[in-house]
């Protein structure tokens, strides 16, 4: 499982908060991170703007066709499920029960499913190894994450009229405050439903159709009989898909500019010019998005609190269910970085520099 894990991270820190190291969990169903229902979840080709969705309605744009494997690929499970059928059993029947599984009778390739802890310790996460599709699939376009680069680089305008008044400067300076409005995306990549051709290739290891209450329905074509072996495969975005990330930071940013009052929000991130802060323009406002986690950043606390609450409502219409929001003046933590509204500073967290 390390060496899973290892290969589906690649460096990179998706499957966790930024300033806690991922470690992996021992299966226990009661403390698996799952919403309670994933019935009205929305298709991510509703979400998308028509130049990302073209990816999930033409295949080859995902699919590499010259692919040839060296060797058959096994996905690496954990044992409590892999060597256990009761287990098995009971961990399918608590996924379908909240509708996160499809079914297929054709697998175009198979997934592992193993646990990290999450940054509380206290819930695991699920996580599909599914690195046997992420040999199959070309890698996606590069997206503009915002990390603590982002915010060591604002700046604060000076007014002209204090260029040469250091002391009303400083009072000025004082006076002014930064708020930072936060909240994020509640089991983000479960509540994203994926197509079902992309679905085919994290198949799980397949069960008989009358563990899952699908005897007598019908599954491509065919009337399925109690023994029949079907192969359950993820409804959602899996947390070990090489485009997962992608569709779910694509989506979450076009989401959050289409909420009313942020239209003319500015997106920040690494890539972005230094986001600046002009204390005459106190009705700007400027956003980060990092996949699931939202900010708001922006001079007058009811500008942000309100742009909070609309992002909040408008999330929610798209049943993309966010934890309630918080805005804050004085230090708040966002992405392992310390945002101090009211010093005007900002600096990394114990935590993230213990980690560094």
Same mark, same amino acid.
């Given at each position: 499982?390390?060496? %899973?894990l290892s ?24 403390l698996i991170?799952?919403p309670s229902s994933?019935?009205?979840?929305p298709?991510a080709e509703?979400?998308? %703007? ?13 699919v ?11 996905p690496?499970?954990?044992p409590?499920?892999?060597n256990?059928?009761?287990n098995?059993?009971?961990f399918?029947q608590k ?12 697998p175009?390739?198979?997934? &592992?499913v193993f ?8 819930r695991i996460r699920m996580i599909v190894d599914g690195?046997?599709?992420n ?7 590069s997206?503009?994450l915002?990390t603590a680069?982002?915010?060591s ?18 009072e ?9 409005g ?8 479960h ?7 992309? %679905?085919?290739?994290?198949c799980f290891m ?6 899952l209450g ?5 599954l491509?074509g ?8 079907v192969?359950?495969?993820p409804g ?5 898909c090489s485009?997962?990330?992608f569709? %779910?930071?694509?989506i979450?940013e076009?989401?959050l500019?289409?909420?009313p009052g942020?239209e003319q929000?500015?997106l ?13 323009s106190p009705g700007?406002?400027n956003?980060?998005?990092?996949v699931?986690n939202?900010? $708001? $950043?922006g001079q ?6 309100s &742009? ?7 999330f929610?219409?798209?049943q ?15 992405? &392992?970085v310390?945002l101090?509204?009211q010093r005007?500073?900002t600096r $990394?967290?114990p935590?993230r520099?213990?980690?560094?």
């Amino acid at each position: 499982m390390e060496a %899973a894990l290892s290969g589906l991270l690649q460096g990179r820190t998706d499957y966790s908060d930024p300033s806690s190291p991922i470690s992996l969990a021992p299966y226990n169903l009661e403390l698996i991170s799952l919403p309670s229902s994933l019935k009205e979840a929305p298709r991510a080709e509703d979400l998308l %703007a028509a130049d990302d969705r073209r990816y999930l309605e033409e295949q080859e744009r995902i699919v590499r066709r010259d692919f040839s494997p060296d060797q058959i690929f096994s996905p690496c499970w954990d044992p409590a499920l892999k060597n256990n059928p009761r287990n098995y059993r009971k961990f399918l029947q608590k996924l379908n029960e909240i509708d996160y599984l499809d079914f297929t009778l054709s697998p175009l390739e198979h997934a &592992g499913v193993f646990f990290v802890w999450k940054s509380d310790r206290k819930r695991i996460r699920m996580i599909v190894d599914g690195r046997g599709a992420n040999m199959r699939f070309h890698d996606p376009p590069s997206v503009t994450l915002s990390t603590a680069e982002t915010f060591s680089k604002i700046e604060l305008e000076i007014p002209q009229e204090f260029a040469h008044d250091p002391r009303a400067w400083q009072e000025f300076l004082q006076q002014l405050e930064i708020h930072v409005g936060l909240s994020d995306v509640k089991d983000c990549f479960h509540r994203i439903k994926q197509p079902r051709w992309l %679905a085919r290739y994290f198949c799980f290891m397949p069960i008989e159709a009358r563990f899952l209450g699908l005897t007598g329905t019908e599954l491509e074509g065919r009337v399925l009989q109690s023994n029949d072996m079907v192969f359950p495969m993820p409804g959602s975005l899996c947390m070990g898909c090489s485009w997962s990330l992608f569709f %779910a930071q694509r989506i979450n940013e076009r989401q959050l500019s289409l909420t009313p009052g942020l239209e003319q929000s500015t997106l920040i991130c690494d890539r972005t010019p230094p986001l600046i802060i002009h204390p005459n323009s106190p009705g700007q406002l400027n956003h980060y998005v990092y996949v699931d986690n939202l900010g $708001i $950043i922006g001079q007058k606390h009811e500008l942000v609190e309100s &742009g909070l609450t609309n992002l909040q409502s408008h999330f929610n219409d798209k049943q993309l269910l966010l934890h309630p929001g918080s805005v804050e003046s004085g230090e708040v933590k966002a992405l &392992g970085v310390c945002l101090d509204g009211q010093r005007k500073r900002t600096r $990394i967290t114990p935590e993230r520099f213990h980690k560094v």
